[in-house]
């Protein structure tokens, strides 16, 4: 079905909202009951009211049945959400044919709002689909683990890691950092994507309200607080993203995430991901444009030195417990 026909589609099936209720302004009181909703229907099952619409939005390959078995255990946690978030949510989720079920995408409530969040899985199962990306290699290491990492020397001797996977959590020690890299076609790979522990908490706490409004309530409920090795590993895989080629839908993904943290419909960029990429691309271009122009000028290395955000080289010959 052409977008321009899910997007008539889903503005008819939400067109009881109000003009608050899409905007997902919080903390508002907004109309609590859908188009065609019936009464007597028990708890949030009105969601298959608008199977009809969510068929349209998945992709071909698929199965709506499995989207729904998926979904249904995530309503009950969404009744405190306004219904046109939910419905929003669920078809966006539907529209990059993800499956709710926790592993590839979650829809979760963000203070009335339910809202689609992609995990890394997620974006590592777009990436495979572009046709572009053979295979994704991501993980964490650990302080007891071997590795070496020497962005000067060529793929892929520039990057190795060999976890310790017999020793137990504890003697594995604290992660250090995550990372990402990719094989693409013709057996070429991408560059590695590496973020230190530091890095994860800076970019939680400079751009996920969500964290922040979790932090602000008290509730600590944010996929941060909840997961984050998982939120350690999608900032490097999206991190390595911006470094193989990307595809319209990749990129509206970002513009997707985006949209959620800035308080906007995430639906208005599933339905049209062409535009969402260009607005993204836009905002990424503006943003560099602006750190251009306020960043300072760069200290010199001090011979010797270590740079406290970069992740170290393991002593191979250390004693083996």
Wanted: glycine fraction near 6%.
């Amino acid at each position: 079905m052409a977008l321009t026909s899910l997007k008539e589609r889903v503005r008819a099936a939400a067109s009881t909202a109000s003009t608050e209720d899409i905007r997902h302004d919080r903390g508002e009181d907004v109309e609590e009951t859908p188009a065609g909703h019936d009464q007597a229907a028990s708890g949030v099952d009105w969601i298959g009211l608008y199977r009809a619409e969510v068929e349209a939005a998945l992709p071909k390959h698929i199965s709506a049945d499995l989207f729904f078995a998926a979904l249904r255990p995530t309503l009950p946690k969404l009744r405190n959400c306004t219904p046109a978030s939910v419905l929003q949510a669920v078809i966006t989720c539907a529209r990059f044919g993800l499956i709710p079920d926790g592993t590839q995408a979650v829809i979760t409530a963000d203070d009335r709002i339910a809202t689609f969040i992609a995990t890394y899985h997620g974006y590592i199962d777009l990436m495979y689909r572009s046709g572009l990306v053979k295979s994704v290699v991501t993980g964490l290491v650990y302080e007891g683990d071997d590795w070496n990492w020497e962005p000067t020397a060529p793929a892929p001797l520039d990057f190795t890691h060999r976890p310790d996977v017999l020793a137990s959590k504890k003697d594995r020690g604290v992660p250090l950092f995550a990372y990402a890299f990719a094989w693409l076609e013709g057996g070429v790979r991408s560059a590695v994507a590496v973020v230190t522990h530091e890095d994860a908490e800076e970019t939680r706490d400079e751009y996920s309200r969500a964290y922040q409004r979790a932090e602000q309530t008290g509730a600590k409920n944010s996929f941060w607080h909840t997961h984050f090795d998982d939120m350690h590993l999608k900032t490097a895989v999206r991190r390595m993203a911006k470094l193989v080629p990307k595809s319209a839908e990749l990129r509206a993904l970002v513009a997707v995430e985006q949209a959620a943290e800035d308080g906007k419909p995430q639906i208005l960029a599933a339905i049209d991901p062409e535009t969402a990429a260009l607005e993204a691309d836009a905002r990424q271009a503006a943003k560099a444009a602006e750190a251009s122009q306020d960043r300072p000028v760069p200290r010199l290395a001090v011979k010797g030195g270590r740079s406290r955000a970069k992740p170290r080289r393991r002593n191979r010959d250390r004693n083996k417990r």
